[in-house]
Nanobody
């Protein structure tokens, strides 16, 4: 199983980025996929997640109203549209996949991508 995340980069505060995470190696229809982020010196933080089978979406409090998660079942790809970016959004963003447990908790995810860096400047 592989998760390939991309789309990170440098952006000014108030700008937008779209992250993508392509999954391969198995059928993910019964999985949920999520995004986490980790800034230097901070713990990994839940950002957003989506359940493939129901389409239910979840967001961390710090990104609600600014980030939108979506998925393309045919491509096994999940996207994270990030708008109104803030300095505090700077972090290494990871995509992950899991099947059971708390969708908000990182320990529920079995598979992780390599991370893509997002840097927001003033």
């Amino acid at each position: 199983v592989q998760l390939q995340a991309c789309g990170g980069g440098f952006v000014q505060a108030g700008g937008s980025l779209r992250l993508s995470c392509a999954a391969s190696g198995r059928t993910f229809s019964s999985y949920f996929m999520g995004w986490f982020r980790q800034a230097p010196g901070k713990e990994r933080e839940f950002v957003s997640a989506i359940r493939w089978n129901s389409g239910s979406r979840y967001y961390g409090d710090s990104v609600k109203g600014r980030f939108t998660i979506s998925g393309d079942n045919d491509k096994n790809t999940v996207y994270l549209q990030m708008n109104s970016l803030k300095l505090g959004d700077s972090a290494l963003y990871y995509c992950a996949a899991g099947r059971t447990g708390d969708i908000l908790g990182q320990w529920s995810y079995n598979y992780w991508g390599q991370g893509t860096q997002v840097t927001v400047s003033s």
